[in-house]
């Protein structure tokens, strides 16, 4: 957001537990407090990011700490994984007029190609939706969906870039086999999988038709992609992304009861 000038760190107060993981903010010339409610009171924007089962502390403290004429429709953003807006909303029902909306981002998000999925709470207003689009859409892509969903998006573009990390070294190893410099051959694997990714979303083709556009009868690709089929590659990544949704679906479950 700063890089793309929406913001000022000026305009941005961080409060945290201890002062040591403040310090990067203050740095950086942000307002920095461990009084939660300072946050609350100051900020229109509030920004949930905590782990999950420190949010109820977190909120507690805010409650103790805040002024309840100057923290009133406040707009609270969370990215907490396996949180519902639900148990969002009744944790913060003592803030008037609190809106909420609930965002599940992923790590890519810090070099500007994020994807982002949100759903507003019952009391969130239409420029509420908008902001948050306006915020996340800065560092990526961000797209609404039913709630239903945030565990299968969770899994698909939260868990994803771990397994395609998993797929770059790889691709990486294959070619120091091969005799490529480490160095070289973890960037070319990188940049393989970078250029792949853009031109599905830059073309607009279905990645079966890019695949056949390199995929000569009898070439190189083809001997390549028959040794995948055969180590079950698009399976393994279907069960992966299953066994990741069950698990987000289940932790969620266990922060709830």
Not at 8 to 32: I, R
Not at 79 to 86: D, F, N
Not at 138 to 143: D, L, R
Not at 215 to 235: D, F, N, Q, V, Y
């Amino acid at each position: 957001m700063v890089r793309k000038k929406l913001i000022s760190f000026s305009q941005v107060y961080v409060s945290s537990a201890t002062t040591s993981s403040l310090q990067y903010w203050k740095d950086k010339g942000a307002f920095t407090t461990t009084v939660n409610g300072e946050i609350a009171d100051e900020a229109d924007v509030i920004f949930l990011a905590v782990k999950p089962h420190i949010l109820a502390e977190a909120v507690a403290q805010l409650l103790q700490t805040y002024t309840p004429a100057k923290a009133t429709n406040k707009l609270f953003i969370s990215v907490l994984a396996g949180t519902t807006l639900a148990a969002i909303e009744n944790i913060l029902q003592e803030v008037n007029g609190a809106r909420v909306m609930r965002v599940m981002p992923n790590t890519p998000l810090l070099v500007g190609e994020g994807c982002s999925v949100y759903c507003p709470g019952q009391y969130a207003t239409e420029d509420d939706i908008n902001l948050v689009k306006t915020i996340f859409e800065v560092s990526g892509v961000c797209e609404l969906v039913p709630e239903s969903l945030i565990s299968a998006v969770g899994a698909l573009a939260g868990s994803g870039p771990a397994f395609i990390y998993i797929i770059i070294e790889a691709l990486s190893d294959g070619g120091v086999k091969l005799g490529i410099p480490r160095k070289t051959s973890t960037m070319f694997a990188a940049q393989t999988v970078l250029g792949a990714a853009k031109m599905v979303l830059e073309t607009g083709k279905h990645p079966g038709v890019l695949k056949e556009e390199v995929t000569s009868p009898g070439g190189t690709t083809i001997a390549g992609i028959h040794e995948l089929e055969k180590g079950g590659l698009r399976a393994t990544l279907m069960d992966a992304l299953e066994a990741a949704a069950k698990r987000s679906a289940v932790l969620g479950q266990q922060k709830h009861n």
